[in-house]
């Protein structure tokens, strides 16, 4: 069955880095477009960045130039690589391959 499966997350002050991944099994990741989402305490999850099989990536105005997902098929694994951490990106992120498979989540602290 499909598997995904977030780590990475933690506690980091502002402007600092993280590097979450996403181990993936189950289906051929080769030929998956894959996805990151977070969610912030009271807020709806929103679409953070995303990447097609063709390596092709979008990302929300919020993280442009901050953020780069990326995604190793060698390894089966997705990348969100994430810079200069703000406080608002305080969420739980989870990846997915869309739109029925989900991640667990990763908690991710951005905080002094």
């Known amino acids: 069955q499909v598997q995904l499966a977030e780590s990475g997350g933690g506690l980091v002050q502002p402007g600092g880095s993280l590097r979450l991944s996403c181990a993936a099994s189950?289906?051929?990741?080769?030929?998956?477009?894959m996805a990151w989402y977070r969610q912030a305490p009271g807020k709806e999850r929103e679409l953070v960045a995303q990447?097609?099989?063709?390596?092709?990536?979008n990302y929300v105005d919020s993280v442009k130039g901050r953020f780069t997902i990326s995604r190793d098929n060698a390894k089966n694994t997705l990348y969100l690589q994430m810079n200069n951490l703000k406080p608002e990106d305080t969420a739980v992120y989870s990846c997915?391959?869309?739109?029925?498979?989900w991640g667990q989540g990763t908690q991710v602290t951005v905080s002094s």
């Open positions: 189950g289906f051929d990741f080769r030929f998956a477009a």
């Open positions: 990447i097609s099989r063709f390596y092709t990536t």
């Open positions: 997915t391959m869309p739109p029925a498979y």
